[in-house]
């Protein structure tokens, strides 16, 4: 009886669909930005052959629809097999071929090579995710036809098939879009959101009254968040700093409200500018207001570089708005946070601005990934040209900044766009790796944004465009992190680009989405230019708090 299904199940399916599908299933295979975990790759190769698959039924319907000739009898038989043994040396062929392409990557990344990507086990997988898709298809036309029989017993027939389509749609989408993607989405925050409440046996609440959840502080202990009594509990010592650190050092300040601290956005920026004004932030050297990812967290590397670089002469204040992934967040709800950010930024902005300008700390805005897209759009720049800040320190912005596309989009055309020169480099810079904020004719202006990004980062460069066209980062010379067999393929690079944003920060540090903190170095260094750094104090610099990311 199963074998008679599925039989049955063979002569059902779509020969030019089998073949598009192949093909999609193929090129899912090969490499793109960094490099993908097994069931990842397994269910993305599943989508891609049942997207594959959907188009060449469309191109099948598409050519009977056009009354082109039809095959029948026994060249269609020998179509038929002579398709089937072709895809079947495609899947086989190309399944051997995606170790040696993953490996192209880690290569790169420094990363120990996969002896097998388990072709076998990758193959059932995806027929498994290919299958549980057809059957959701066919519900859908059984769906649409059930409806469209009904109807056509009261309007005309091709009436009855546009309502049944329409409903049929509605139904689907409604189920998918909002139903299944709600549960998800509250699923995600419900555990996050226990886990944001961990208290960590290491971490012990401060007794310093100059740290946010001591007895002194507004800040309740436990209200700060898992995230945030990390960021609190992870400053630097008088002591660190003074072993590297030239001319004399105090210890830094940091400000971080979780979202248990106060009910609204509101009391939440109140709250954080009232401690900040408490512990005396605006009276260090400099000021750094910090958007931190979905998840509440703030990159260590990317505060730690700065503190170091000014002997601690700075405070630095972070305000929590979610519990989610910031890869979640981006793709589900990418303007999750920009309220709280906009909030944050102009207590701190009013009161500053207050302040005698002599008397003032060097004012700049901070953010990593989803934290670098809210902390962009917290401020107005318009708003700043009367009274502009210091600058801005952008790492991994998202392919959704606005201001980030458009400073690549406008980049001198000689450049690559994943290391644009904007300009004469006076206001905006990007670095990588391997530098990129040295090197203009021009000197950096009064008001200086950089952004930090890797080549490999797909948070950056994905682009729903690469559905149907190869991305400007693809033509010409590639990132040094990025595979040479990356090829642009028509919906599939699209896919590819799409689960490398989930698995980006799967990457070694240094690459895809984990920002290293001697890269932040370097940055920082470049933007706020510290006086007594030679390079080899930096070197050292780059030593101690590489051994801290380790």
Request: no cysteine.
């Amino acid at each position: 009886m199963q074998i008679r299904h599925l039989h049955l199940l063979r002569r059902s399916l779509s020969t030019t669909g089998l073949l598009v599908g192949t093909l999609l299933f193929a090129t899912s295979l090969s490499p793109s930005l960094v490099p993908r975990p097994f069931l990842m790759q397994a269910l993305l190769s599943g989508v891609a052959f049942s997207i594959g698959y959907a188009i060449g039924v469309f191109l099948h319907w598409l050519w009977h629809f056009m009354e082109l000739p039809k095959f029948r009898g026994r060249v269609l038989t020998i179509g038929k097999i002579i398709a089937w043994v072709l895809s079947a040396a495609i899947v086989i062929g190309f399944l051997v071929r995606a170790s040696a392409w993953q490996n192209s990557i880690r290569e790169l990344m420094d990363l120990d090579p996969v002896d097998t990507t388990r072709p076998f086990l990758l193959g059932l997988i995806a027929l498994l995710v290919f299958l549980v898709l057809l059957g959701l298809a066919r519900l859908f036309r059984l769906i649409k036809r059930t409806l469209s029989r009904t109807a056509n017993r009261v309007v005309p027939g091709r009436i009855s098939l546009v309502i049944s389509v329409v409903i049929t749609v509605a139904l689907f989408w409604g189920l998918f879009s909002g139903v299944l993607a709600r549960v998800t989405l509250n699923s995600f925050d419900a555990s996050f959101r226990q886990l944001d409440l961990l208290i960590e046996d290491e971490l012990e609440a401060p007794t310093n009254p100059l740290h946010s959840g001591s007895a002194a502080s507004l800040l309740g202990w436990e209200e700060l968040g898992r995230q945030g009594r990390r960021f609190v509990a992870e400053v630097p010592t008088t002591n660190d700093l003074a072993e590297i650190a030239p001319g004399a050092v105090a210890e830094p300040l940091r400000v971080y409200v979780g979202l248990n601290s106060a009910e609204t956005i509101e009391e939440r920026a109140d709250l954080a500018l009232a401690e900040l004004q408490r512990i005396g932030g605006f009276e260090r050297d400099y000021l750094v207001v910090i958007t931190p990812t979905g998840t509440g967290w703030v990159d260590p590397g990317g505060i730690r570089s700065l503190e170091y670089l000014v002997g601690g002469r700075v405070a630095s204040v972070a305000v929590q708005y979610s519990y989610l992934p910031s890869w979640l967040s981006l793709l589900a709800q990418p303007e999750y946070g920009q309220e709280t950010a906009r909030a944050l930024f102009d207590r701190v902005y009013r009161h500053w601005r207050e302040l005698p300008p002599e008397n003032r700390p060097r004012l700049y805005l901070h953010g990593l990934s989803l934290g670098a897209l809210n902390s962009d759009r917290s401020a107005d720049m318009w708003d700043l040209v009367g009274d502009p800040i210091d600058g801005a320190l952008w790492s991994g912005p998202p392919f959704r900044s606005e201001s980030w596309q458009w400073a690549t989009a406008q980049r001198r055309p000689e450049t690559p766009a994943w290391r644009p020169r904007f300009r004469d480099g006076s206001v905006i810079r990007f670095a990588n790796q391997h530098g990129g904020l040295e090197d203009f004719a021009a000197p950096w202006g009064p008001f200086r944004i950089a952004y930090l990004q890797y080549a490999s980062d797909p948070i950056s460069f994905f682009q729903p465009s690469a559905l149907y066209r190869e991305p400007d980062w693809m033509r010409g010379e590639r990132g040094p992190d990025v595979s040479p067999f990356l090829r642009w393929y028509p919906v599939v690079t699209f896919l590819q680009l799409a689960v490398d944003i989930a698995a980006a920060e799967t990457a070694p540090i240094g690459y895809g989405h984990s920002y290293a903190s001697e890269h932040y170095i370097d940055a920082w260094a470049g933007l706020i230019e510290p006086p007594g750094w030679d390079d080899e104090r930096v070197d050292a610099l780059k030593r101690r708090i590489g051994d801290l990311d380790d």
